[in-house]
């Protein structure tokens, strides 16, 4: 099967390319790039004059693990959606479960240091679903130290995770704030022999909690100096917040000197996790210049009115999700800070996206477009699209080949060690894989609000998946479910 994308602007970020040219895809393969190629009887041939073809977008930090979920970021043009910050354990079960159920696009996922540790230190048995998982954040038997046959139990359970195809380790450090820093040093001597990264949700900063036993982002510089394992800096916007300026700059001296560190942002001012995480109580919000009222329940709307109800809330439902606004995107100082971590060298783009719930407590529907009454957080929706109107279009901070560098070229850059299979994406050469994204220049727009957060982004007009239309024409396809398992492989 041949498909002929005739006349658009191409970029290829892995070459620097960015000329109008035609795109042949066979089979699911992107096989000849060039002015005028020929046709053949049979081929399917779409003009794309006057939009941008590029490689789709790779999102290193998803827990959509839905079809509905990854709906909303194939209208967002990602192509690949991987859950590396926290992972899911057991890992076969994470991939034979996406198999069975069928997934529109590309995903993977990494061995759960949260869910190992959760096994050993507190007997929570995993099952691989991300409702669990944020049910277990609030439980504080888990968020201890280890003692030295603790350590040594979970670290083989995450061993044995990269051995079955994990992507590398997620590490929830700022769900477990107080625990010994060897145990990080540990994890990160195994990441290197096993030439996996791992992916942070950094400990708290020190202009946050004075009595952390470690900086947060100084962490990640020390053990990647100490260890030589690639370490990636999960949404460095919304764990520095305030402090971004001294975070960045911490986090280049560490490349400069030559650690493996790389760095994630998203375009939001406000985040999202499950309500019982130990940053979120208020001792915490304190400390980081927040109140209660900094907090919104994700599916009914709620904001929180005071400690009370933020301690009651906590106790009864700690996974219930919700929302935590840590910089005002309508304060122009605010939103210099969200743009400066996006704008930071070689940051990639990453969504930190979270499934669709509904009032009948259920996150999945395969109905399009989505039922009424569906809540997320906007950056499910909208997170690539938003990057590329706040810097592209607005700002002009990036070209259209540095926003697919940092969208599709380095983020699969990060996963080359450990997963072969990724050295084929994030380009749009002859031989990489045909996944593809082709987006309108002057009307690509999130749509996505806090409190309208299903809608989808606008201006992205075709989306191939192993070559296979997932978006045509602006409208979603129903029917498609090419998306493949990315595995690691060990060494």
Not at 41 to 68: N, R
Not at 239 to 253: K, N, Y
């Amino acid at each position: 099967m041949r498909t002929l994308l005739r006349g658009g602007r191409v970029i290829d970020p892995a070459t620097g390319f960015d000329g109008t040219a035609d795109v042949l895809v066979t089979d699911g393969v992107v096989t000849a790039v060039g002015e005028g190629l020929p046709s053949e009887a049979g081929d399917t041939e779409i003009d794309v004059s006057g939009l941008v073809v590029g490689p789709g977008f790779i999102d290193l930090h998803s827990h959509v693990h839905t079809i509905a979920g990854q709906r909303l970021q194939a209208m967002d043009g990602v192509t690949t959606a991987l859950d590396l910050e926290a992972g899911l354990m057991p890992i076969e079960r994470a991939y034979a479960d996406a198999a069975a159920a069928g997934r529109p696009l590309h995903y993977g996922f990494s061995a759960s240091w949260g869910s190992a540790r959760a096994q050993v230190l507190a007997g929570i048995e995993p099952d691989a679903n991300i409702d669990s998982a944020l049910a277990v954040l609030g439980n504080l038997s888990w968020q201890r130290s280890s003692s030295p046959k603790e350590l040594a139990a979970w670290l083989s359970l995450v061993e044995g995770e990269l051995a079955a195809g994990a992507l590398g380790v997620g590490v929830l450090l700022g769900y477990a704030p107080l625990t010994d820093p060897a145990e990080f040093m540990a994890l990160a001597r195994l990441a290197k022999e096993a030439g996996a990264p791992t992916y942070t949700h950094v400990r708290e900063l020190v202009e946050v909690d004075p009595a952390t036993p470690v900086d947060g982002s100084e962490e990640i510089a020390i053990v990647a100096a100490e260890t030589g394992a690639a370490m990636h800096h999960c949404h460095v916007n919304s764990t520095s917040g305030h402090q971004i300026d001294r975070v960045l700059a911490a986090l280049e001296a560490s490349r400069s000197a030559g650690s493996r560190v790389t760095v994630e942002a998203y375009p939001y001012g406000a985040g999202s996790t499950g309500i019982g995480a130990a940053f979120l109580s208020p001792e915490r919000l304190k400390m980081k210049g927040l109140s209660p009222s900094s907090v919104i329940m994700l599916e009914t709307g709620e904001r929180i009115a005071d400690e009370g109800r933020l301690l009651q809330v906590r106790a009864e439902e700690p996974g219930a999700p919700c929302i935590l606004e840590f910089l005002d995107e309508g304060n122009p100082r605010d939103l210099a800070l969200l743009r400066q971590a996006l704008a930071f060298p070689d940051a990639i783009v990453a969504s930190d996206a979270l499934p669709v719930y509904w009032n009948d407590g259920t996150s999945e529907s395969t109905e399009w477009p989505l039922p009424p009454g569906g809540a997320t957080h906007p950056r499910t929706a909208g997170t690539y699209a938003k990057t590329l109107r706040l810097m592209v279009r607005e700002s002009k901070s990036w070209t259209w080949l540095e926003a697919f560098r940092r969208c599709s070229y380095l983020p699969a850059r990060v996963l080359d060690e450990v997963a072969p299979g990724a050295r084929t994406k994030g380009r749009l050469g002859v031989g990489a894989d045909a996944d593809i994204v082709v987006l309108d220049p002057d009307t690509i727009t999130d749509a996505a609000t806090y409190f309208d957060s299903t809608r989808p982004s606008v201006g992205v007009r075709h989306l191939f998946v192993s070559g296979v239309p997932v978006v045509t024409d602006g409208n979603l396809r129903t029917d498609a479910f090419p998306g493949k398992p990315l595995r690691g492989e060990p060494r």
